[in-house]
Nanobody, 122 residues
Framework: QVQLVESGGGLVQAGGSLRLSCAASGRTFDYPMGWFRQAPGKEREFVASKGWIGNLLYGNSVKGRFTLSRDNTKNTIYLQMNSLKPEDTAVYYC?????????????????WGRGTQVTVSS
């Protein structure tokens, strides 16, 4: 059984930075893992994902500002978020997939964390 636990969310002013962490338990060492977010009244949005080797992808709205990294020795992924904007406000979810082909489609990720709130004030 795979469990994902996010941490690192909070309140930050526009232009600031936050780093999210997602610790995984169970077998995830070769699973694609990533981040999605959902703002109130909006659909879940792809943020970033990374396969076991390479295959690093970013959503268009976060390219150049967010960086996903993965520490396979700790079964943990991180999302460094810089130059935050009020429109980045959302609940951020960590996800993992047992399908090696998972990329940016939330339907292809079958394990999810409970989410962590990120609020960016203007």
């Amino acid at each position: 059984q795979v469990q994902l636990v996010e941490s690192g969310g909070g309140l930050v002013q526009a232009g600031g930075s936050l780093r999210l962490s997602c610790a995984a338990s169970g077998r995830t060492f070769d699973y694609p893992m990533g981040w999605f977010r959902q703002a109130p009244g909006k659909e879940r949005e792809f943020v970033a994902s990374k396969g076991w080797i390479g295959n690093l992808l970013y959503g268009n709205s976060v390219k150049g500002r967010f960086t996903l990294s993965r520490d396979n020795t700790k079964n943990t992924i991180y999302l460094q978020m810089n130059s935050l904007k009020p429109e980045d406000t959302a609940v951020y979810y960590c996800a993992a997939s047992s399908s090696a082909n998972a990329r940016d489609d939330s339907d292809s990720f079958n394990y999810w964390g409970r989410g962590t709130q990120v609020t960016v004030s203007s």
